[in-house]
């Protein structure tokens, strides 16, 4: 069963004259284990396509099924539930609160979902894999953006998602840390059985990727 699908997404904002149609008749799947690139230039409806595949957003109209589920008809607290416990999100803007340090960042996750988070230990492999085991007293305006992406990967990570979706998450990086988290993504897809969902405009992740999308003009195709 495909740990996430989309059937026929169309997306439009706005009314009347101002009306957009940002996504047209998408339909996607992915499996647990497999690394899924999508690529597509600014505008193109690659925010809009995560943010509905992640149930933050309501299609026009088309479904989304997690695990086979379909989220249309979910009330909300089932639907925010299915998020917390299955989705992982890493996103452009990083969404680090602001007042509070690295390691209050997953004391906060505890706070929300307090089971099978990653134990002590694990986190800190991850901290370390992602070179910030050294940062976690910081505040977010204290880090880089490069080392604020990476600890809004772990923070992601640490409550254990099966999927996890991410939007642009080597934005803010120079070439070799973009490897780093191509292998990091990838590895969460083959060695810990995740359905990892990248969008980016970055073709240096492309290689790394085990299937690869194209959204032009809200227009998704399989390469
Ligand atoms: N809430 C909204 N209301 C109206 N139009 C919107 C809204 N959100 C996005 N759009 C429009 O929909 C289109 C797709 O936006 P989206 O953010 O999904 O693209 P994107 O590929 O992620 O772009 P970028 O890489 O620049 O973030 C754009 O033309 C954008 O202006």
Redesign the pocket.
């Known amino acids: 069963m495909e740990a996430i699908e989309l059937k026929n997404i169309n997306k439009y904002?706005?009314k009347g004259t101002s009306k957009?149609h940002?996504l047209k008749d998408v339909s996607f799947k992915a499996e647990k284990g497999e690394f899924v690139l999508i690529l597509?230039p600014?505008?193109?409806?690659?925010?809009?396509?995560l943010t509905i595949a992640g149930i933050l957003q309501k299609p026009t109209s088309g479904d989304v099924l997690i695990n086979g589920t379909n989220t249309r008809n979910m009330p909300m607290n089932s639907k925010e539930k299915l998020r917390l416990n299955k989705i992982g999100f890493v996103l452009?803007s990083h969404n680090l609160v602001p007042y509070l340090t690295v390691s209050e960042q997953f004391e906060l996750v505890d706070k929300v979902k307090n089971t099978e988070n990653l134990s002590q230990k694990e986190l800190e492999k991850l901290l370390e894999s992602l070179e910030i085991s050294n940062l976690i007293s910081k505040y977010p305006n204290e880090l880089s953006g490069g080392q604020m992406q990476r600890a809004a990967i772990a923070r992601a990570l640490y409550a254990n998602p099966e999927i996890i979706l991410a939007d642009?998450p080597t934005a803010a990086l120079d070439t070799p840390r973009v490897k780093e988290v191509g292998n990091l993504l990838s590895n969460l897809a083959h060695r810990q059985n995740k359905a990892v969902i990248t969008?980016t405009?970055d073709l240096r992740l492309l290689d790394q990727a085990d299937r690869v999308y194209d959204l032009n003009d809200g227009k998704l195709n399989e390469r």
């Open positions: 904002y706005g957009v940002v597509g600014s505008g193109s409806g690659k925010s809009t396509f452009q642009e969008v405009h």
